[in-house]
């Protein structure tokens, strides 16, 4: 018996949907959309695809060869909550027109390479992954420039910055860097957060908490369920289309933007990862040392530790990913490994150790990043660890951020700049051209449109630099 697509049972339970929505992602990691009416779904769409204009998408086609297909994904099928009248919406991979083939420039399609190299390999069957998304939830968000002028300002009723705010002031509002976790009426927007918890759930993404975050002005993590490369990244996708959408009715705006308040700490994401041969944990092993670690594993940690440096021009994409990456603030910064140590880049978490529990969590990535790439840029590494039998040493079960300077010496971080970052993916990408998960064209195109808006911010004067030189 065949099982039914999430679309058939979509479409089987909602006798009153009137639109269909293709959603697919462009190549810095943001949804793009169109509709059609349902009477326009007809079945080889399923089969053929929907054609589209690539020309106009960022890091796509030029003009001249412009026509692209959507090929959508009938067990993506979801009812988008924030469209009326009632509309189903499906999320698309990219092929070529005329030859159905992939588009070696679409994320999605990645991510499948990527999950179809790792069975090919031996190495696994499947790879699980969990990231953790923070985010603020703001008032308001204004910015605006001009050849003249610059300027950006937040407000948030969570922000310390309103306690002697004139006129009602009901207080209450979380100090910078503590506001893991206090209740309310400090925790402003518990009630928000619940009804984001129940749109995801509405939508399909299994919710395992939510809490108010360590910045003041209310910053927010809401945890989901792990799962498959290509699903967990769809779902990062989901979650903050649902949690800006959800903001918007609620007169809030939602920024994923790493770095938004200056001397507090920035939204990390950060990433869960393991690798199993079917239902088997292939990261534990009884007696691994350390802590039930397998040869696998650590050969894992090695890859990743050993590629941070490019890695972090697909995990910290932006210039502000690296106001981020600086130490004091819970910043992931040094290329190390420990067990419960959040100073580390990666960390293997003790709260069970059971071994459908053994994993390690990569610090480093923020969640400006497109989940697709980052999630197979990490995965690449750790098998290219594994293939060549690298080994991490020892861990470093110490807070890294008080380190002798004989010590720091010995532990390399990661880059502090995108520009760094971008350099170092020029100088090592071989381990993501095997199989033919990334292509030579992709992280040409990629380092380009990094380039790009770096060197657009690096070029206009900002209001620190008026305060440090404008005398001289």
């Known amino acids: 018996m065949i099982e039914k697509t999430k679309l058939a049972k979509l479409q089987e339970e909602n006798n009153d949907i009137k639109y269909v929505d293709f959603k697919f992602v462009d190549l810095p990691g943001q949804w793009q959309h169109f509709t059609v009416p349902i009477h326009e779904f007809i079945p080889k769409v399923l089969e053929k695809g929907i054609g589209f204009d690539g020309s106009s998408i960022r890091g796509f086609q030029g003009i001249e060869e412009s026509d692209m297909m959507l090929m959508p994904d009938a067990n993506s099928a979801f009812i988008d909550q924030f469209s009326a009248p009632k509309t189903i919406s499906l999320i698309c991979s990219v092929t070529h027109p005329i030859t159905n083939e992939p588009y070696s420039r679409d994320p999605r399609g990645v991510a499948k390479r990527a999950e179809e190299y790792l069975k090919k390999s031996g190495i696994a069957t499947h790879s699980f992954w969990g990231p953790e998304l923070e985010g603020f939830a703001f008032n308001s968000l204004r910015f605006s420039q001009g050849p003249n002028f610059a300027t950006y300002d937040i407000d948030s009723e969570a922000g310390i910055w309103n306690s002697g705010k004139e006129g009602p002031n009901l207080a209450h509002r979380p100090r910078h860097k503590e506001g893991y976790f206090p209740t309310p009426p400090l925790d402003k927007f518990q009630n928000w957060r619940n009804k984001v918890v129940d749109n995801l759930e509405a939508a399909g993404i299994s919710v395992e908490r939510q809490h108010h975050e360590v910045a003041t002005g209310g910053q927010f993590e809401i945890d989901f369920r792990y799962g498959t490369l290509l699903k967990t990244a769809d779902n990062v996708l989901l979650y903050k289309h649902i949690l800006k959408n959800t903001a918007k009715e609620d007169g809030l705006v939602v920024t994923f933007m790493p770095k938004p308040l200056f ?3 920035g939204s990390g994401m950060h990433t869960h990862q393991s690798l199993w041969n079917e ?24 890859g990743l530790l050993a590629h941070s440096p490019a890695l972090m021009a697909f995990c910290a994409p932006t210039t502000n990913s690296y106001k981020r990456l600086v130490p004091g603030y819970e910043a992931p910064v040094n290329l190390c490994y420990s067990a419960r140590n959040r100073s580390a880049a990666i960390r293997i978490p003790t709260y069970d150790d059971s071994p459908n529990a053994i994993r390690l969590e990569f610090r480093p990535p923020d969640p400006s990043c497109n989940p697709y790439l980052a999630f197979s840029a990490m995965l690449m590494a750790g098998m290219d660890g ?21 010590e720091k010496a010995t532990v390399p971080t990661v880059p502090g700049s995108l520009d760094e970052s971008l350099k170092a993916l020029e100088k090592d990408h ?12 992709l992280i040409e195109t990629w380092i380009k449109h990094c380039k790009e808006k770096a060197q657009r911010v690096s070029l206009r004067p900002n ?5 440090e030189y404008s005398d001289v």
């Open 263 to 265: 001397g507090d700490n």
């Open 279 to 302: 239902t088997t944990a292939l990261f534990y092993e009884e007696k691994g040392e350390p802590f039930h670690l397998s040869k696998i594993a650590r050969s894992y940690i090695a």
């Open 386 to 406: 594994i293939m060549r039998g690298l080994d991490p040493g020892k861990p470093l079960n110490k807070n890294t951020y008080e380190l002798t300077e004989e």
């Open 430 to 441: 071989e381990f993501l051209l095997k199989g033919g998960v990334f292509t030579a064209d």
């Open 463 to 467: 209001p620190a630099e008026f305060m």
